[in-house]
């Protein structure tokens, strides 16, 4: 089904209960640009399916559809603990995958089994539309760090950001797309490197498609050119979003942010990590140790997906069993991030700042 063919179809909204048969629908991010298809999560199965083969991706996201799948399960009757389960386990570095089901778990806890699945629908509705206002905020502050830039230079601000931290990823918005979104929409000039991310190509595929639709210029640069565009001036900010940050500030972010963030500092550019509360992992401080780093699947890395023009198909680009390894994440340790947007505002990215931040 093309996006534009249906009406239940939002073009700015990642996961929404169809108008008529209220079940949950996505929009099939593996396909994307090339086809722009939906699918219907109808069983505990089809969520796990979605999220582990990224029909859905993006820590937000992951939470989000996760929630819907714990109402499902209730709608089923699967056993919500099984469910809770095979859920969590479906992507490791993301912590908004836990935080969202403990949320789930929590409801259940304090009601009659009757009105379970009701309560699980209202609370994964909830966390929706509060990742959608998250988001917004964190556009609202982010906004501020962009229009200085403007202020400052009077011409087209230059941002790199890595990856898809845009509204595919969450539910509306975007984290590090969300101040993008609002400097756009109050018609401050900017430009953005779009970097394509291997092996999945987040940032060729998604990115770049999200930013052609609401017309925002950018280029698309390959993984190992934003160095070469920082030494000589092309960057003026870097915004990235984070899949789990430490209490401490240190950021992972999918695999390659760290060499950004190594190069933004050797160039005095300042490097931001946009994320709302969901993404923090208040139990850890030490993110290089103590984040579960994802590895994902060869043929990531030895296939390419190309588009005909008719179809979507994959080639080899090395031998078949050429030895590989797919880390899907990596940690920017916190002395290398300038500061912090959340939806309460920007802090510098360390315990005291963050907690503070945090009334905690
Ligand atoms: O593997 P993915 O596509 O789920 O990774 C996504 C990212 O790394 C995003 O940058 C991150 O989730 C922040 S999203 C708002």
């Known amino acids: 089904m093309a996006l534009n063919e249906t009406d239940t179809m939002n073009f700015t909204q990642s996961i929404w209960l169809d108008k008529n048969t209220q079940e949950v629908t996505v929009i099939d991010?593996?396909?994307?640009?090339?086809?722009?298809?939906?699918?219907?999560?109808?069983?505990?199965?089809?969520?796990?399916?979605?999220?582990?083969?990224?029909?859905?991706?993006?820590?937000?996201?992951i939470g989000v559809t996760a929630a819907y799948g714990l109402y499902i399960a209730a709608k089923t009757n699967f056993d919500l603990s099984l469910a809770y389960g095979a859920l969590l386990a479906t992507r490791p570095t993301?912590?908004?995958?836990?935080?969202?089901?403990?949320?789930?778990?929590?409801?259940?806890?304090s009601i009659k089994k009757e009105d379970i699945e009701q309560a699980l629908l209202n609370n994964a509705n909830n966390i929706r539309d509060e990742d959608i206002n998250m988001c917004s905020q964190i556009g609202n502050h982010g906004f501020h760090l962009i229009k200085q830039i403007h202020e400052q230079t009077r011409r087209s601000?230059?941002?790199?950001?890595?990856?898809?931290?845009?509204?595919?990823?969450?539910?509306?918005?975007?984290?590090?797309?969300?101040?993008?979104?609002?400097?756009?929409?109050?018609?401050?000039?900017?430009?953005?490197w779009v970097d394509e991310t291997r092996p999945r190509n987040q940032g060729a595929n998604l990115t770049a498609w999200e930013l052609s639709h609401a017309g925002i210029p950018f280029h698309v640069i390959t993984d190992n050119a934003g160095g070469h565009i920082m030494q000589h001036g092309k960057v003026d900010l870097v915004l990235v979003g984070s899949d789990r940050t430490t209490a401490a500030g240190d950021v992972c972010n999918k695999i390659g942010t760290y060499l950004k963030a190594l190069a933004a500092y050797e160039n005095n550019i300042p490097f931001y990590a946009a994320l709302p509360v969901s993404t923090i992992d208040w139990s850890i401080k030490d993110g290089v140790n103590d984040i579960p780093i994802e590895e994902r699947s060869n043929e990531e890395i030895i296939f390419m997906h190309s588009y005909s023009g008719e179809r979507i198909s994959k080639s080899m680009i090395m031998p078949a069993n050429t030895p590989v390894k797919n880390y899907a994440f990596d940690v920017t340790p916190s002395r290398y991030v300038t500061g912090i947007i959340t939806e309460r505002g920007i802090c510098k990215a360390n315990e005291e700042s963050l907690k503070k931040m945090y009334g905690r």
């Open 94 to 109: 993301a912590i908004n995958l836990k935080w969202a089901l403990d949320s789930q778990m929590n409801v259940v806890s």
């Open 29 to 61: 991010q593996r396909k994307l640009p090339f086809e722009e298809t939906t699918q219907t999560l109808a069983t505990v199965d089809d969520v796990c399916f979605a999220i582990k083969d990224m029909v859905v991706r993006g820590a937000p996201l």
């Open 157 to 192: 601000v230059n941002i790199l950001t890595h990856c898809n931290a845009g509204w595919l990823a969450t539910v509306q918005w975007g984290t590090a797309t969300a101040p993008i979104y609002k400097a756009h929409q109050a018609g401050i000039p900017i430009h953005i």
